[in-house]
């Protein structure tokens, strides 16, 4: 069994009590947060018993948002203890609140309102498209949060999911800096990944971290370099998540409208043993980022629509033949030769028949071109690994 949690987003109204709520709710966040560090104490009960009365009485919290409270600042604090470097303390100072399903909040999807306790019924003006699509989850915890935009409620959601069995009914998935190549052999897709964006982008911060090191350069300028540094970091990091959403999404429609039941992705675990020890070149870290983010949705998506997910090690998977099983040689930028069968392919489409193949599929040729010594319909005698591939166990071949 699987679950699967999301994130629901909903605008709201922003009423005057609403926004008074909040307002009275921050305060007593930064009261309990100062308290809670003060006093070292992250567990509940003892948080209980030195704050719950006082939030009550201060700021007339019905008495489950005097919990919320206390439990949000807990939380705050303990993953500022927990972090090694931690700064000066943590201060509040987004505008946004919790709340605890049933206990300080409902909602009503049919009549679009939620519910908080003490305030009573506040419209939902805005709401997904597909919020359809959420109807049989389970609704959990929420947060509302006041920007400059509008009061928005961010509500958890949750449901369980049947773990769908991987089939040989597959695609695979297989990336490089410049392309997400994905497919099975008879179709092969590809499309750009946004690594060399994020390059120009981490280019330019090497830039400014230069000017920003250089010991002569302006004082009264560094915060702002600072500021500009994190910012562009920030956007590398929103460029690869909104990547990986997108190209998730359409690797699964890929595969639903393909008949396809199963995704095999590369076990990145068994990839990157060093990873962490080395210091990688950034071109190679980003790849990396944006697959480990792209494999996240792509899992994610998955779930939700009931398509089996198998993480294949990819050990030598781009230059090895995925007929004979000998290692290719390569000819062109990317481009590797067998030179016992004749195939050639480029890597990618090299890596994502033997994803495949190391699911045991059989292979024909289909793609590659007529050799004079090898007739590639003679089906059957196909060798992998020196042992013979098992064709056709009972597998319906789908190319
Ligand atoms: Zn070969």
């Given amino acids: ?224 370099l600072l500021k500009r540094i994190k910012a562009l970091y920030k956007r590398i990091r929103n460029i690869t998540e909104d990547y990986a959403k997108k190209q998730a999404k359409k690797i699964i429609d890929y595969a639903i409208k393909n008949d396809k039941d199963t995704i095999i992705l590369e076990d990145l675990n068994k990839l990157n043993n060093n990873s962490k020890r080395l210091k990688k070149p950034w071109r190679e870290r980003l790849t990396y980022m944006t697959y480990r983010k792209l494999q996240f949705w792509i899992e994610w998506q998955a779930k939700k629509k009931g398509i089996a997910i198998i993480k294949i090690n990819p050990k030598g998977t781009s230059t090895t033949c995925p007929y004979c099983g000998q290692k290719m040689k390569q000819i062109a930028h990317r481009k590797y030769m067998c030179s016992h069968c004749g195939f050639k392919e480029d890597r990618d489409v090299i890596a994502v028949f033997n994803l495949i193949c190391k699911m045991e599929v059989a292979l024909t040729h289909p793609t590659a071109p007529p050799m004079k010594h090898v007739n590639p319909n003679k089906g059957g005698e196909l060798v992998r690994n020196n042992r013979r591939m098992r064709v056709n166990r009972g597998f319906h071949l789908p190319w």
């Fill in 1 to 224: 069994m699987g679950v699967l949690t999301a994130t629901i987003k909903f605008k709201v109204s922003p009423e005057e009590p609403l926004l008074n709520l909040i307002e009275k709710y921050i305060q007593a966040l930064r009261l309990s947060l100062n308290w809670i560090i003060n006093h070292k104490e992250t567990r509940l009960s003892k948080a209980h018993r030195a704050l719950y009365r006082e939030l009550r009485e201060k700021y007339s919290f019905p008495a489950r948002i005097a919990v919320d409270c206390y439990r949000e600042a807990i939380s705050i604090a303990k993953s500022w203890f927990k972090n090694p470097n931690r700064g000066r303390k943590p201060i509040i100072k987004a505008k946004r609140m919790w709340l605890t399903y049933r206990q300080s909040y409902t909602i009503n999807l049919e009549k679009m309102v939620v519910k908080i306790t003490s305030l009573g019924e506040i419209k939902l003006i805005g709401y997904p498209s597909n919020i359809e699509e959420y109807s049989d989850w389970s609704i959990r915890e929420a947060r509302l949060i006041v920007r400059n935009n509008g009061v928005f409620l961010h509500v958890s959601v949750k449901k369980n999911t049947n773990e769908p069995t991987p089939s040989l009914n597959a695609i695979a998935v297989d990336i490089n800096e410049r392309e997400i190549v994905y497919g099975f052999p008879s179709k092969i897709a590809r499309d750009k990944t946004r690594v060399e964006d994020c390059i120009k982008i981490k280019k330019h911060i090497n830039h400014l971290q230069e000017k920003y090191s250089f010991s002569k350069y302006k004082a009264w300028l560094r915060p702002k």
